[in-house]
C-alpha cells in the first residue's frame, strides 16, 4: 500500500485548486485522470505537481509500482474517499487517480526542433469539440506527423476531455497552441512547407498531391468549413471523395484518411 497524505472535505486546498485546473482556471497546470494517462504523462517526462489517489486505488497490490513512482516525483500527493474524487473527476465514473501536472510548453519555439525538409505538420484551426482535437492528436502521431499548430480559435489541445482523446500524444508531440490562423500559415509558409487545406469543393483529390514534399495539413470546422478567405491563404487544398448522401467527414475521421496517404506516399519513398 502506498503512504500518502490523506485528506477529506474540511482540508481541500488541494481540491480546490484541482477543480481550477480542471475548469481552465489554473493556465501553469494540467488536469490528468485515469491511471493509463497518468502513466504517459510520467513517462513523457512531464513535471508532477500533485497525485490524488482514491483510498481504494492506493490500496490496490497492481497500482503499487505506478504509484510509487508518481508519488516519488510529485511535489505532493494526497490520499481521498471515493465521494471526494468523484467531486473532482472529469469523467461520470472516477478512474481512481488524478494528477496535476505542469503543462508542456506550446509556443511557437516548440516547433523549431522539426527539421523542414521531413515536416509534416497538422494545422487544426476552429475546432471546438476537444474530442475531434484528441483524436486528431492521436491520429497525428500514428501517422508520423512532427508537430501540431492548434489555433487561438481552436479548444484547448491539453484541456482535459482532449488529453483523454490523444491518450498521451499531446505529451510526446511538438505543439505550437495559441496562433493566429494568419500567423500559422505565414509561418508553415516561411518554413517552405506547402500548406494543403481540406475543402469539400475543392477540384484535386487528396490523393493528388505530393505528400512527400514538406507539408502542412490544415483542417477546418466541419460545420462550417474553413472561410474562402482562409482558404485563399493555403498553397492548395484537397478534397476526399464520397459517396451516397453524405455531406461531409467527421473532421478527424478525415484527418486519418488524410494523413495516411501522406504516411502512404512517404513509406514509398524511403522504400525506395
Known amino acids: 500500500m502506498i503512504r500518502v497524505m490523506k485528506i477529506n472535505s474540511k482540508d481541500n486546498s488541494l481540491l480546490r485548486q484541482a477543480r481550477a485546473v480542471r475548469d481552465g482556471k489554473d ?13 504517459e504523462a510520467l513517462r513523457s517526462g512531464l513535471p508532477l505537481d500533485a497525485v490524488i489517489v482514491s483510498e481504494e486505488l492506493a490500496q490496490k497490490e497492481k497500482a503499487s509500482a505506478l504509484l510509487k513512482e508518481l508519488t516519488g516525483k510529485a511535489k505532493r500527493s494526497a490520499s481521498v474517499s471515493e465521494k471526494l474524487l468523484e467531486s473532482i473527476s472529469f469523467t461520470k465514473t472516477p478512474q481512481g487517480i488524478v494528477i496535476l501536472a505542469r503543462r508542456p510548453a506550446s509556443h511557437k519555439e516548440i516547433l523549431n526542433s ?8 497538422v494545422v487544426m ?19 508520423g506527423a512532427t508537430g501540431v ?35 500559422a500559415i505565414a509561418w508553415c509558409k ?18 493528388e498531391v505530393d505528400w512527400k514534399q514538406p507539408s502542412a495539413l490544415i483542417l477546418g470546422p466541419e460545420s462550417q468549413g474553413l472561410s474562402a478567405e482562409e482558404v485563399a ?30 504516411a502512404r506516399q512517404r513509406s514509398d519513398v524511403a522504400g525506395k
Not at 114 to 121: E, K, M
Not at 155 to 183: C, E, Q, V
Not at 192 to 200: D, F, H, R, S, T
Open 27 to 39: 493556465n501553469d497546470l494540467i488536469f490528468v485522470e485515469g491511471l493509463r494517462l497518468c502513466e
Open 125 to 143: 484551426h476552429r475546432l471546438n469539440n476537444p474530442v475531434n482535437v484528441g483524436a486528431i492528436l492521436r491520429t497525428a502521431e500514428a501517422a
Open 190 to 207: 516561411s518554413k517552405g512547407l506547402q500548406a494543403i487545406c481540406a475543402e469539400l469543393h475543392a477540384t484535386q483529390n487528396y490523393d
Open 114 to 121: 522539426i527539421q523542414p525538409d521531413t515536416a509534416l505538420i
Open 233 to 262: 491563404l493555403a498553397s492548395t487544398a484537397v478534397k476526399i471523395p464520397m459517396k451516397g448522401q453524405a455531406e461531409s467527414l467527421n473532421v478527424a475521421v478525415a484527418a486519418g484518411v488524410l494523413l495516411y496517404e501522406a
Open 149 to 183: 499548430v492548434a489555433t487561438k480559435e481552436t479548444t484547448d489541445p491539453f484541456s482535459p476531455k482532449s488529453l483523454r482523446g490523444a491518450m498521451g500524444s499531446a505529451f510526446r508531440l511538438p505543439i505550437w497552441h495559441d496562433p493566429t490562423y494568419a500567423d
